[in-house]
């Protein structure tokens, strides 16, 4: 079992940024990609960013690369999401997610971002 817990979130103005941490627990030698996703009201979550563990190879979604930034501290066993020139659209509850070496996905229980125009 692996455990997440995010923390970072807020209220911020269009424009401004924010820094997301997800530290995980447990069983963490077997790591695989860690992940962010976000969940807008009334939208089904979506993918963000993503993290190869073993090679800190990223990749991003469309609507937020080039603004975004995911990253990790293997010493703390912590993945980072820093969030620049945010828009209202990325107004959502952001999830943090691990997979490991058996493909066992593990959620965060959310932390909410407000973007507001």
């Known amino acids: 079992q692996v455990q997440l817990i995010e923390s970072g979130g807020g209220l911020v103005q269009t424009g401004g940024s924010l820094r997301l941490s997800c530290a995980a627990s447990g069983r963490t030698s077997g790591l695989y990609t860690m992940a962010w996703f976000r969940q807008a009201p009334g939208k089904e979550r979506e993918f963000v960013a993503l993290?190869?563990?073993?090679?800190?190879?990223?990749s991003y979604a469309g609507p937020v690369k080039d603004r975004f930034t995911i990253s990790r501290d293997i010493t703390k066993i912590t993945v980072y999401l820093q969030m620049n020139t945010l828009k209202p659209e990325d107004t959502a509850v952001y999830y943090c997610a691990a997979r490991d070496g058996r493909e066992d996905d593990y959620w965060g229980q959310g932390t909410q971002v407000t973007v507001s125009s």
């Open positions: 993290l190869s563990w073993r090679d800190g190879r990223t």
